[in-house]
DNA sequence: GTACCTGCAAAGCTTTTGCAACTGG
DNA sequence: CCAGTTGCAAAAGCTTTGCAGGTAC
């Protein structure tokens, strides 16, 4: 069973989550750093690094990394989806031709000139799946 | 104007590409590079790194890399899009309710389990476009 | 009081780069 | 030939971890 952790709001912590909540941006951690220092000039970059984590882990916030941390490489140099099991973090061609009409409907929505999309379908793949071990 | 540059078909380049054509799969360099030394091996990680790299340059295969290297965070816990700007790398929400339909019409295509989606959409922000400058 | 947290420094990993030797066209 | 490429080793990022001291509750 997973291990019981109760967390505290440390100072630290508040202002990690108040100033990450301040912004519309989605900053990496190095940014998130710099901007939390303004008001903690000690904080250490481990301790921002400890607190996105336990803070994602409670749900105050997210952590984006789609493809995961590391690179991938795919030998179709063709634009398609992907689908990715969550539990052994394999990653495989998804059977689904190309939403066209998606980057159309986001276009009078956005200031920015829509070029693309990518999609990334998530679950758990046969090998994963308990009740077909 | 883009430096050109004359590439040559190397044995490495040939077998590295040969490889992850080979392979449905979407492996990481430290995968692809493994795979290779059963053929060459002698070769070095570097040469695959940049060998990939070139590959990709030449669009002979992807490099994916849908939220860019680095970790991002987000201090909106809900489930939502993103468009990122090509050229500053900057990562916005984007203005676009779910595609709740995504995951119904994958799930009698694949033999996963789908359990959500991630989609980003790709352009250039306001202050990247030329035009507007 | 004590489990959790912090800052610092060091370690860990993936990826990139400098360099001298090598090679494909 | 010689620009492009390779292997090796070192460097460069980003992220995690060990540890001793500090703190929230």
Redesign the interface.
């Known amino acids: 069973m997973p291990k019981k952790q109760n967390h505290r709001m440390t100072n630290q912590r508040k202002i990690i989550?108040e100033e990450?909540?301040?912004?519309?941006?989605?900053?990496?951690?190095d940014e998130?750093y710099k901007m939390v220092r303004k008001r903690l000039p000690h904080i250490s970059l481990a301790t921002v690094y400890r607190n996105?984590e336990v803070l994602?882990e409670l749900?105050?916030?997210?952590?984006?990394?789609?493809?995961g941390?590391?690179?991938?490489?795919?030998?179709?140099?063709e634009n398609h989806y992907?689908?990715r099991?969550?539990k052994c973090d394999?990653?495989?061609?998804?059977?689904?031709s190309l939403?066209t009409g998606?980057?159309k409907?986001?276009r009078p929505?956005?200031?920015?000139?829509?070029?693309?999309?990518?999609?990334?379908?998530?679950?758990?793949?046969?090998e994963c799946?308990p009740s077909r071990k």
Chains 1, 2 share one sequence.
């Open positions: 989550l990450l909540k301040k912004v519309k941006t989605h900053p990496r951690a998130i996105l994602s749900k105050e916030i997210q952590k984006l990394e789609s493809f941390t590391l690179k991938r490489f795919d030998g179709t140099p992907h689908i099991c969550i394999r990653l495989d061609d998804a059977p689904f939403e998606l980057e409907k986001i929505l956005t200031s920015f000139t829509v070029i693309g999309h990518r999609l990334e379908f998530i679950g758990i793949c046969n799946t």
